[in-house]
């Protein structure tokens, strides 16, 4: 059987999660990893090789889909638009709101390389995503909601390691368990930010540090907290350690809607995820793309794609006759 | 803007659920309904035209997608494939063992006419289809566990009203809580038929019938009831008309799995659904569905598709802009 090749860019917790992956699909094998660090000080789970990232377009010729494992802040809008032209790619950029540009500059560079370029690959944006779509599709009188966790927020986390004071964090976004249920008793409840989640701050303050101070800060922080009902627990390094080291998450997707003659008839859709590595997941997720893109592209497609653009049987690596009888 | 014509053959439960249906999408209009009963007898909601089943060839170019809404055991193994080759049409086949049979059948029409045929849509198969797809993309290394009800299972029905002193009856597919449950917490339990479900039964007695040999007929009848604990009620012909009326049904498709370097992380997706009207919620994936065949149709594809053969952004109305800003 002839494999699909992977690379990893950026050997961080995704990286490592989609050498995990990797390692579960038969018909993948992982070629390379590159990183812009030394990578002589990169030392991979599997024993794959490891190159400085100024060596992939050498390596181009090997590599059937490049996976960009860098962040959306800053790498993502500049690495996938860059790497599209040579390579099939397939990014996790998750900065909702630029999505649209995002979009169109991975597109031109697909598009002229004869490439496909898949973003915002993962949970949310990524199977969150289809399933608002499937279900605003069926059920077209209704309403949606989005509830995550519960799970380690890491961009909150590291708000609060920010503060004066604070040697270490972990932040837990909590749904509001009333506000699930009346949701899923077809309440068509209007939701406040504050009614859905709640915040969970287990926080390391150092030593003599004005605990309280730290506390308000927290509690007052725009965006991030303020508009929420949130809870500070100091602990120790050694609790944290021991208590908090993982980064689970998930969420629930829940549409209702009513149909009928008289719109009498509710229905309740819910999809929902409980992960105890939300990196992992996220990489399992790439992992099932990747054998997407290399299909797709093999078939003449070209240019950038998102979820809602690939047929679910691209996904699978049975055949289409098996597909039906032992999945349908 | 330019609707999709559908029309609708066979006007029961299903068929009153697509009229409902089509009339919530913008995009779409119900041109005729189809009988093969006499014409004059029907009356639809709408006040939509109704016409013999023989008047269908006639009116081919008025009609965009054919609604098929026979039942699995006889009408669509036969009309499926007949009416491929003149129309895109769209069934609800459901006899899992029996669904390559069919796609071979109705594949071979829909290539030969130059249309779109899609089988067995709606929710199982269908929608729980795609789920099980798209976790065991996900998750490689994991376990598959499919939960029906609590709903109304119109088959048990039927095969205890066709037993010797029985006037009506409703029976309940029960999910096993503590099973589910088991499931969600990643216990991988090997279950038995009689550990995943129970069965409620609510049995109208004919007058002076031996209501202890029908219970035993019932609680012993092979493939039905005599793998499940089951429990009978006996009721009057009020009660079954006041309080079990509706056909509400649902259930739960869960995959969990584990990843990681020694597959430490367990994971659950979870993906379920609540419905007040069983037809009407797979009359709701039906009309989604329509949209897609038609786009794919006009685009130049042709033959039989079941739902992992479809990109899901074919079913949505909106642009590919409007979607990728307001659902990814």
Known sequence: MEKIRIAILG?????????????QNE????TAVFTRRDPSAVKTVSGVPVYGADKLPEKKDEIDVLMLCGGSAT???AQTPAYAADFNVIDSFDTHARIPEHF???????????????????WDPGMFSLNRLYANAILRCGRDYTFWGKGVSQGHSDAIRRIDGVKDARQYTVPVESAVNAVRACENPELTTRQKHTRECYV?????AD??????????????????DTTVHF??????????AGIPHGGTVIRTGRTGVDGKHNHVIEYSLKLDSNPEFTACVLTAYARAVYRMNREGMTGCKTVFDVAP????AMSPEEMRASLL
């Open 104 to 122: 169109d500059a991975v597109d031109r560079a697909a598009r002229e390389g004869g490439k496909v370029a898949m973003i915002s690959v993962g």
């Open 235 to 244: 602990i120790t390094q050694e609790e944290l350690l021991r208590d908090h």
């Open 27 to 30: 018909d993948m094998e992982l």
């Open 75 to 77: 790498d993502l809008p």
């Open 204 to 208: 390391v303050a150092e030593e003599g």
């Open 313 to 316: 049987a691209y996904l699978s």
């Open 11 to 23: 050997y961080g917790n995704l990286g490592r999660g989609i050498e995990c992956a990797v390692g």
């Open 211 to 228: 605990r309280g101070r730290i506390e308000q800060e927290i509690k007052t922080m725009p965006n991030y907290f303020a508009d929420y």
